[in-house]
Structure formats: structure tokens, C-alpha cells
């Protein structure tokens, strides 16, 4: 287990994810709302737990078949055009206080899985930096 990750810039951001997430979720829930906007929030949760899991155990240095990183940075642009359509659409139909509120999140939501798009893609640039300036004996 990474005991530094959660404390890290990259688990604080998964972490504060996760959250707005299951907020997001737990307000289309309550707000019975269309089950398409429960679904993304849902699903957004679970793969976002899942990442999180994966560097929280160092899964993805056991597993150095797939670029983990890359699949993050892919993962965090389509849910952020997901959020984009969902959520506009929570906002714009507001049937209800929960729908507005769970469309508001979505948008926070989707603010954070672009900062973490970034921030995955300065990480790749730094690791490819690194590898290249190193000296050679």
C-alpha cells in the first residue's frame, strides 16, 4: 500500500472525485431524477474508486502491460465530455432542487477531470523527461 498517494496532489484529486461523485450521485438519486444522470454519477464513482485502488496498491507497477496513466487521461476527457452533456441538460431541465444540485456537481466534477487530465499529462511528460536526461554509464 502507497501511504503517500492519498496525501499526494494526484490522491487528494481522485479523493475530492470520488466524492463529488457520490454526491452528485446520491443528489439525482434523491431528486429521482432522469436514471440517465444517477448512471454517469454512478459509473463515474465506481471508475474513479477503481483508479484510485489501482494506485493506492501499486497495481500499476505490477501490471506494466497497459499505460496506466494514459488510460486515466482517457478516462478523465470522455467522462468530462459526459458530465458536460448530462449535467447542462440536469441544469437546463431542473425538474427539481436534487436535479439542479446534481447538475451543479456534475460541473464540479467535470472541472476536476480536466485539472486531472492535466495533471496526468504533465506526470507522463515529467516521467518521459526524466527517463531521457538521465546519465549513462
Not at 468530462?80 to 466534477?109: H, P, Q, S
Amino acid at each position: 500500500v502507497d501511504r503517500a498517494y492519498p496525501r499526494s496532489v494526484w490522491g487528494m484529486l481522485k479523493i475530492s472525485r470520488t466524492v463529488v461523485a457520490v454526491a452528485a450521485f446520491l443528489c439525482f438519486v434523491a431528486s429521482n431524477a432522469h436514471e440517465a444522470y444517477a448512471a454517469l454519477a454512478g459509473m463515474e464513482t465506481v471508475i474513479t474508486i477503481l483508479f484510485l485502488l489501482l494506485y493506492l496498491l501499486k497495481l500499476d507497477v505490477r501490471m506494466k502491460r497497459l499505460l496506466w496513466p494514459l488510460a486515466d487521461i482517457f478516462n478523465s476527457v470522455i467522462s468530462a465530455l459526459f458530465l458536460l452533456v448530462v449535467c447542462l441538460f440536469a441544469i437546463i431541465m431542473r425538474t427539481n432542487k436534487g436535479t439542479l444540485a446534481g447538475g451543479v456537481l456534475g460541473l464540479i466534477l467535470l472541472v476536476l477531470c480536466i485539472v486531472d487530465a492535466v495533471f496526468l499529462c504533465k506526470k507522463i511528460n515529467l516521467d518521459k523527461a526524466r527517463g531521457r536526461s538521465a546519465p549513462t554509464r
